[in-house]
């Protein structure tokens, strides 16, 4: 089991930047690959980035490509999310999650950080 502590959301207005911090202990070494995913008000939990812990990736939302990068940085067990430009859209709680291997669903969850974009 991987632990996860995300941080760097706020309050931001639109048009400008962000970046996502995701920092993880426990069972990295045999943690298969890292996602950001975000949940809106009324809506489901989404997926918006994800890569491999070897770094093969990434792979993004159509709604975020072009704006966000995900990036990992092994020396310090942290996975970013790097979100520009952005939009009242963008608005949400973003959480990185965990998974053991390819056929496991995320399983593994943060508390999650909240994002706000006003217009």
């Known amino acids: 089991q991987v632990h996860l502590v995300e941080s760097g959301g706020g309050l931001v207005q639109a048009g400008h930047s962000l970046r996502l911090s995701c920092v993880a202990s426990g069972s990295i070494l045999t943690t298969y690959a890292f996602g950001w995913f975000r949940q809106a008000p009324g809506k489901e939990r989404e997926f918006v980035a994800g890569l491999l812990w070897s770094g093969v990736g990434p792979w993004y939302a159509d709604s975020v490509k072009d704006r966000f990068a995900i990036s990992r940085d092994k020396s310090k067990a942290t996975i970013y999310l790097q979100m520009n430009s952005l939009t009242s859209e963008d608005t949400a709680v973003y959480y990185c999650?965990?998974?053991?291997?390819?056929?496991?669903?995320?399983?593994?969850w943060g508390r999650g950080t909240q994002v706000t974009v006003s217009s």
């Open positions: 999650g965990a998974k053991a291997n390819k056929m496991a669903p995320f399983g593994s």
